[in-house]
């Protein structure tokens, strides 16, 4: 079974602190791919990054960067600086080439940056 | 380009109501697909297409519930009849691909059945 468990499911920073926001994941695939997307008070649905499980490089793009550790199946999301407009709620997901190609979400994490 | 577009983006019905919704995906993508997200189930799969065909529907609630994609451009999910459980945010989004491929989301239709 595939699973996806953001264990933090509200955190509050002031702007301009560094957040963290965890994903532990779980699939017996060999070859599967890590997502993040954001969902910001309008509501929509904005994917932010792709990664596939033979790639454990870190990624960094602006003020965002992501940390892939296969050996604690984690894929955790940083925020540097944060701001206001990064207030939204943060979905990673999961598709195992082995599961019909269904992308299982975590239950999210609401980041709340005040200003 | 234009992202995926769904319409209504609210809808406000009563139950035993027929409600549709509906979606146009990326154009180029062969795959779409529908989700519901609720408080307490989070986002879920209800079905995809690849190029027009239903894939898998095993996330489809109940026979209430039916999609169609008649053509490449066009998809609709359809709630017959309508129940007050059936309120959600339903989101349609389109990939290129399947298993190595991310989605676009479109904005979403927030149904609420009274």
């Known amino acids: 079974a595939q699973k996806v468990t953001q264990a933090q499911t509200e955190i509050s920073v002031v702007e301009k602190e560094d957040v963290t926001l965890d994903c532990v994941y779980e699939t017996r695939d060999t070859t599967y791919y890590l997502f993040w997307y954001k969902q910001p008070p309008s509501g929509e649905l904005v994917f932010l990054i792709r990664?596939?499980?033979?790639?454990?490089q870190n990624e960094i793009s602006g003020r965002y960067s992501w940390n892939f550790q296969k050996s604690t199946s984690s894929f955790n999301f940083t925020i540097t600086a944060s701001q206001v407009v990064d207030s939204a709620v943060y979905f990673c997901?999961?598709?195992?080439?082995?599961?019909?190609?269904?992308?299982?979400f975590g239950q999210g994490t609401e980041l709340s940056v005040k200003p | 380009d234009a992202g995926v577009i769904q319409s209504p983006r609210h809808e406000v019905t009563e139950m035993g109501q027929e409600v549709t919704l509906r979606c146009k995906p990326i154009s180029g993508h062969d795959y779409l697909f529908w989700y519901r997200q609720t408080m307490m189930r989070g986002l879920e799969l209800l079905i995809y297409f690849n190029n027009n065909v239903p894939i898998d529907d095993s996330g489809m609630p109940e026979d209430r519930f039916s999609a169609k994609m008649p053509n490449a451009s066009f998809s609709t999910l359809k709630i017959q009849p309508s129940e007050p459980r059936d309120s959600a945010v339903y989101f349609c989004?389109?990939?290129?691909?399947?298993?190595?491929?991310?989605?676009?989301f479109g904005p979403g239709t927030r149904l609420t059945v009274t």
């Open positions: 997901a999961l598709r195992g080439s082995n599961q019909g190609g269904k992308l299982i």
């Open positions: 989004a389109s990939s290129l691909g399947l298993i190595a491929y991310e989605q676009y």
């Open positions: 990664r596939n499980s033979f790639d454990e």
